[in-house]
């Protein structure tokens, strides 16, 4: 898990590092931990009376607005491992293409009946080439199931923009070589619940954004 | 004497006639109760076996529905632990439910080929809907896939909120088949909330028995399904039902109905108790013809049995009226002969008070006519003896004519009392008399008769010692029996008399020397004669007389001792009230 971790962050940083300027930072208020069951331990998604959320909380904040969408994004990977999808949360652009290698010795049946995309991977092993992968071409959220193990949940948020970031468990986040202009700051907490603030962006200027 | 023959018979054949009367009014009550208690038997026993019937049947039926419903509630769980249907559902897509429930619930629709055993067939589902969160049908996209159902009757299906738990539910659909609805809640398998329910349309099970000729079908909501039945027995039966549901809170109860012109007994039993469906009943129609026909031969039975022992009861009954009607005669017979008997003794105590009544107003009559000539004779020897140009020995006759007709007068006036007490007319004016008085006076009278013999008296009195009496009376009394004990004492003899208060009585006894009175005469019997002649004259009347005076007092007189020269009675009166000072 700390190399999921890890992971995500750098993907998440890699922007901000090479752009720079212009860059927003801040804290959520995130909702407080529930303390899961220790069987429960590995669910990175969780329901409660409907709404799905991380657990322990995560926000994802962004930018809203249109943006051009550039030809080519990079590819981005949800593995199933350990019967569980990693990672749990993951903020990508339109248009860009997830994978969803197995990294367990088990057949997984990856689909989603959400909205915001429809899709069915059928039943696959880890040696399945090429790894099953589905392009989210509307913004929205989509629930990740696995057919075969119902308690599996993932969930990938589809965003307009290119400016997003995941907070740190204590709600942390900064975003990078944002444009100037105004917009609108969201912050996604769960599937029923985002927070919005309007700001106003100065080139190479640090703007500091606080969600309560 | 007795009662001639033919009415003698005649009483003893109305005998036999009212006690067989009696015996067949009995033997009709025994058989009328024996029917009326048979009928009600055969009544409760048809009931009772017909509703073991019922029961064991509509048991059997939940068995196999415990069955059903047990495989549907596995499926439901496994349904609801599917990915795709919480997908489905928690996602919104409920286009997608049907097509993801699809697979896992086409072994429960009917298939096409028929089933190998008939539980196997109980478990294929006519149709299958999903609910959604509140209670209403999701529609299917392709309705062939999970049994077609018209839009109205899919309506039927919907709920007012999602159960809880099972809910049996019937639907009657327009087309006329009917449906038996389970509704299991789906879980979600994550939050334990209810996310959907699963409303599975069944045939329903049938009630198979066969022995009975029973009919059973269902009543949903006002309207029935009994197919068997003609149009109008549906429509009556279905009024009745709806009667009995609506008026009463009873879940289950029978009665009893003409259907097609025959008695039947139907049974009705709520199929789905606390349900949200509708409610639905299981009827079942008895024919009562087979036990109709058993009580008309248990009837029978009976009624034959009875008219046996009215028959046996005929010949018992003469025959015990014979037995019983012999010493009845014989009772009639001393009866009549009592009868006589009294009548003959009623008639000669009725001549006798006749002759009675005769003598004492005849001796009454005599006295009264014997007085007059007495006293017209003695005032003419008066006033003869009165003049005194006669011989002196004519004197003598006179005087002695005097006397005997003063005795007359007396003898005549004692009768004259007698006759009236004999015929009741004395009546005593009571009042205090001083006896020690009366008798005083007497004693002096006594010792003024001239041919008074020498005695001697001897008194032993209290100077008053009263008595409830008509002095008069007394006085007679005590008059009488001083005379005696003058006139039967020999000369130098003397009476002795004492008096004493006892009780509520007074005793006076007078006793007197001279000769006994010989044993066994009855010296107060009216116009008693000693046996022994004697010298003194008598007339027989004084005692008699003297001791009816003393019993019309409530007193009498006894002989108290009559030997050794000495004769002693005993008078007693009652003491006046208060009066008596002790002796």
Known sequence: MRRAGSLWTSISLLPGVLLAGTVVEGRVELPPSHSPPVQAKRYEIVTRGGVLSTQPPLAVVYLDGNFPRPASLPVKQVVQKNLAFIPALLPVQVGTKVEFPNLDDTYHNIFSYSPAKRFDLGRYRPDERPVPAVVFDKPGLVTLRCDIHEHMRGLILVLNTPYFAMTDTAGRFRLEGLPAGRYTLKAWIDSKTTREKPVQLRSNQTLHVDFP | ?583
């Open chain 2, 1 to 583: 004497m007795s009662l001639p023959g033919p009415m003698r018979n005649k009483g003893v054949a109305g005998f036999r006639v009212r006690l067989f009367a009696v015996m067949m009014v009995i033997v009709a009550t025994l058989t009328t109760l024996g029917l009326y208690l048979a009928q009600r038997r055969v009544a409760a026993d048809a009931e009772r076996n017909l509703q073991q019937i019922f029961q064991s049947e509509l048991a059997s039926l939940h068995k196999l529905e415990e069955l059903r419903h047990a495989a549907l509630a596995d499926r439901c769980d496994v349904l609801a632990a599917k990915p795709r249907i919480h997908a489905a559902i928690e996602d919104d897509a409920l286009d997608l439910l049907y097509p993801s429930a699809k697979d896992e619930l086409r072994d429960l629709m009917e298939s096409e080929e028929p089933p190998p055993e008939r539980p196997a067939q109980w478990l294929h589902a006519r149709f299958y809907r999903f609910l959604d969160s509140r209670g209403r049908v999701i529609q299917p996209p392709n309705p062939r896939d999970v049994g077609e159902l018209d839009p109205k009757s899919e309506e039927q299906l919907a709920l007012r909120s999602l159960p809880e738990t099972r809910q049996i539910g019937y639907l009657l659909e327009n087309g006329g088949a009917i449906d038996e609805l389970i509704a299991v809640p789906i879980f979600s398998t994550e939050t334990g909330d209810i996310i959907s329910a699963l409303v599975v349309g069944f045939k329903p099970l049938e009630l198979a028995d066969k022995r009975t000729g029973m009919k059973s079908g269902i009543w949903v909501n006002g309207r029935l399904h009994l197919p068997s039945l003609s149009q109008s027995a549906q429509a009556s039966l279905n009024k009745r039902i709806s009667n009995a549901v609506a008026g009463g809170e009873r879940e289950e109860n029978n009665f009893r109905l003409q259907l097609e012109g025959a008695p039947h007994l139907v049974f009705y039993k709520r199929l789905n108790p606390q349900s949200l469906f509708p409610p639905a009943y299981e009827i079942c129609v008895y024919p009562l013809a087979p036990w109709t026909a058993q009580l008309r031969r248990l009837q029978w039975q009976i009624a034959s049995a009875g008219a046996l022992l009215l028959l046996g009861g005929f010949f018992a009954s003469h025959l015990a009226a014979v037995r019983l009607s012999a010493p009845v005669k014989k009772l009639a017979l001393d009866s009549e002969e009592n009868r006589e008997k009294r009548e003959r003794a009623e008639a000669a105590l009725a001549s006798t008070a006749r002759e009675l009544e005769r003598s004492a107003r005849y001796s009454a009559d005599a006295s009264h006519q014997l007085k007059s000539p007495v006293t017209v004779l003695r005032v003419g020897l008066e006033s003869l003896l009165a003049r005194d140009d006669f011989q002196p020995e004519v004197y003598e006759q006179l005087s002695a004519l005097l006397q005997q007709t003063r005795r007359l007068t007396g003898v005549i006036d004692d009768l004259l009392l007698l006759s009236r007490m004999d015929a009741g007319h004395l009546k005593i004016e009571s009042a205090s008399v001083n006896l020690s008085e009366i008798v005083d006076e007497w004693l002096d009278d006594l010792s003024a008769l001239p041919d008074s013999p020498e005695v001697a008296i001897e008194k032993q009195l209290p100077p008053a010692l009263f008595v409830a009496g008509e002095k008069r009376y007394t006085s007679l009394i005590i008059q009488n029996l001083l005379e005696n004990a003058r006139k039967y004492n020999r000369p130098g003899g003397r009476i002795r008399l004492r008096a004493r208060a006892a009780g509520s009585e007074v005793v006076l006894c007078i006793g007197n020397t001279g000769r006994a009175i010989p044993c066994g005469e009855n010296v107060f019997e009216r116009f008693h004669h000693s046996a022994t002649p004697s010298a003194v004259s008598g007339h027989g009347i004084g005692l008699n007389l003297a001791r009816e005076l003393a019993r019309l007092h409530g007193g009498d007189i006894r002989l108290v001792c009559s030997e050794n020269d000495w004769t002693e009675f005993e008078v007693r009166l009652p003491a006046a009230n208060g009066a008596a000072p002790a002796a």
